[in-house]
T-cell receptor, first 117, second 114 residues
């Protein structure tokens, strides 16, 4: 099956610093990647959708200047949490879709646990 | 409003017993429904999905789910649970069969007792 990796799996940072999370599709080209945020005992919340080579589409209520998404290649998308604060602490999950909209399915990464002190 | 409700936060089942995880949805258009399983350290894995045809769908690992439009439900079942099935289960509804714009339920934690 298709494999999606995330790096790092866990990161701890100080308040005010920026953190970059990578999402890679290892054995397929992902035309679209998605970023989710998961709170403890809560559902996954879609943050943004990114298509290779174009600007990400953010969901309502998600600050685009705080959560910078770059999808520079068909196998890599990055999420940068800028000027992180304790309330940004969460589990961030990416997924990648191989085919065109309406076909294939999403493959999820294992997630990145961000803790902001 | 579009939403997915999983009424059971935590369920404990004896190994070998049957399992049913409940899921109700509210969606304005034709629903594309999914069940995912999340294990620690691993990404969400798709168990099965429904978008048309036979309302009883078979998935991986012996799971099945039945779509009932009249009840807006998509409950997940397994006839005999194994200890390795202990995990977090999420029901989701999306805009297409690829899972675009997924809306997830809050999940049900399944514990398996011996």
């Amino acid at each position: 099956g298709a494999v999606v990796s995330q790096h790092p799996s866990r990161v701890i940072c100080k308040s005010g610093t920026s953190v970059k999370i990578e999402c890679r599709s290892l054995d397929f080209q992902a035309t679209t990647m998605f970023w989710y945020r998961q709170f403890p005992k809560k559902s996954l919340m879609l943050m943004a959708t990114s298509n290779e080579g174009s600007k990400a589409t953010y969901e309502q209520g998600v600050e685009k200047d705080k959560f910078l998404i770059n999808h520079a290649s068909l196998t890599l998308s990055t999420l940068t949490v800028t000027s992180a604060h304790p309330e940004d602490s969460s589990f961030y999950i990416c997924s990648a879709r191989r085919g065109l909209a309406g076909t294939d399915t999403q493959y999820f990464g294992p997630g990145t646990r961000l803790t902001v002190l | 409003a579009q939403s997915v409700t999983q009424p059971d936060i935590h369920i404990t089942v004896s190994e070998g017993a049957s399992l049913e995880l409940r899921c109700n949805y509210s969606y304005g258009a034709t629903p594309y429904l999914f069940w995912y399983v999340q294990s620690p350290g691993q990404g969400l894995q798709l168990l099965l999905k429904y978008f048309s045809g036979d309302t009883l769908v078979q998935g991986i690992k012996g799971f099945e789910a039945e779509f009932k439009r009249s009840q807006s439900s998509f409950n997940l079942r397994k006839p005999s649970v194994h200890w390795s099935d202990a995990a977090e289960y999420f029901c989701a509804v999306g805009a297409d069969q690829a899972g675009t714009a997924l809306i997830f339920g809050k999940g049900t934690t399944l514990s398996v007792s011996s």
